[in-house]
Nanobody, 126 residues
């Protein structure tokens, strides 16, 4: 059974940092891009960041570019999201995701992902 399990969420003051991790099990995602999305209450789930299978390329939503960094450790089957200079508007449930098959692409749309984690809550106080 494939599972993606996020961790690292919590409460942080504006301007602070958090590092999220997403550990995959049940399948090796070393040949797949991985992505992070987030969903705030009453809003749609939005793309945050994605990384190519080998970590060579990344892509970010404009709202987080320059503040967030996505990375991966294929040996650990884990993807990370370093979040710096957090703002209250970054508060959301953060989800990691993986496509059904490996790909050279860096998908950014929800429908391009098949496997999803349960999410981890990030709260940013002003």
């Amino acid at each position: 059974q494939v599972q993606l399990v996020e961790s690292g969420g919590g409460l942080v003051q504006a301007g602070g940092s958090l590092r999220l991790a997403c550990a995959a099990s049940g399948r090796n995602f070393g040949s797949s891009p991985m992505g992070w999305f987030r969903q705030a209450p009453g809003k749609e789930r939005d793309f945050v960041a994605a990384i190519r299978w080998n970590g060579g390329n990344t892509y970010y939503a404009g709202s987080v570019k320059g503040r967030f960094t996505i990375s991966r450790d294929n040996a650990k089957n884990t993807v990370y999201l370093q979040m710096n200079s957090l703002k209250p508007e970054d508060a959301a449930v953060y989800y990691c995701a993986a496509p059904f098959t490996g790909s050279q692409n860096i998908p950014t749309r929800i429908y391009e992902y098949y496997y999803w984690g349960q999410g981890t809550q990030v709260t940013v106080s002003s």
